[in-house]
């Protein structure tokens, strides 16, 4: 461990990085960073330091700015040993946490040989006699942000209560008045009642929303929020006249509760699903576990032409958007079956092979493309380009050795054929529990599904090394669900 400074004597030479925060990605485009940045400035030429050019923008707020990707990698340099100084333009600038301030300092940051120096105070974090004015101005940011939230919420509070207003940001549909006070949009009106004729109609969200030319989740928020009806979320009338009648806001809201797949019954977040690796075959997305079913939440045309033809019976076979649990677990389980009755030919094909090579792992391949757009996300909001090079060039060295084929020591014919034979009926016995999802995760990285015409499995390492593949011809065609269907 490197040793940590004690005094602000000892920082000429050593290598400093800068933070810079700012509560909103907005505030960026302001002076508040070239502020932070001239503190910063200032303190490298008065200390003697060298200027890395490491920095970290943060558009966070600054009580859980500690859990922000900024921080983490300004942690993660700091272990690497890229720095010794962190120079912070002004205290608030830094965090306005006190438990979190001297949580990072004292396990992450001096554990690393890592001091903070705040420029606007001149405070250095591992210097005994700065310690009690470095608690007393941390003390000071969090009262200032805390005593600033309750001026807040008594301004909310009282605008509600004087003059019938909800606060914050307008929804669709409506505007801020030269007032500061919500109404409805002019622009906007007629396109908000379509929604609510659509949706009274009994057209679901998911076709308001296509045919309105608005986000799901848009709709979604219009459909339930009793403003459109001029009534505030307690009940109140508001200071505004109804954009839609009530008899309309009344046929929406019965339509939307008999198509409630939840309505009168407790949801189950302990309900097992055992397939967790189902993706649509044609557009990439995953089906989602609800209710007893595997729903595509945003269906393609490709997924929903894939539905059975003739007479379609059954929830969540209308729309060809989700199947029963059951029918894809079925497939599964016959798949397994066929796995059991063709082990007795692993001998001859392992017996060939002392070990079997296996393909990257499409899990993590899926884990890197999110981590690429997180980074995307956080240069929109930072346009730190450096930092961008940096976690895209990290990426794809993570990239490069996924890809790089790996081969894994087979398993003896014996135990392999052992194994597949017990495989149905240890699918069997975990019916009900979550010993499927463990023994589906075991065998498959993904499963790729079109309606109920194809089912393609991603076989995995583990799966790769009792043999699966090797029994298991290119294409099975089987009955689904005692129906006369075939997938």
Known sequence: MRRLVATVEELRGLRAARWIRESTPGQFDRYG???QRDQQDRAIRALGLVDTGLEWRAAHSGRTVYLSAQMAEMLAAARRGEFDILLVGYVSRWQRNLRQTLNLLEDSLHPAGVAVYFADEEILSSSERHWDQLVDEAKDAERYSRRLARRIHEGYATKLDRERDPGGHPPY?????????LEPDPSRVDQVRRVFELAAAGYVDRDVARMAGLPLFTVRGMLTSPLYVGRLRGGREANWPPIVSRETWEAVRHHRLMRATRAGRLADPRRPYALAQLYCAACGKRLTGDTGYYRHREPCGQFVAAAPTGKRTGRGRTNGHAYHMEVYEEVVERLLDRVSLDAGQLAAVVGQNATLATGPNRAELERIARERQRALDRYVRDRDAAALAEAMAALDREEAAIQAPADVEAVPADKAVEYLRELPK???????????QLLASALFDRIDVLGLQEMAFTLSAHAARYGVGAVLPGELRLPVNGRGERI
């Open 33 to 35: 960073p070239d502020a």
């Open 173 to 181: 549909g409506f505007r801020r008045n030269e007032a500061r006070l």
């Open 426 to 436: 240890t699918w069997a016995r975990a019916r009900g529990g979550k010993g499927r």
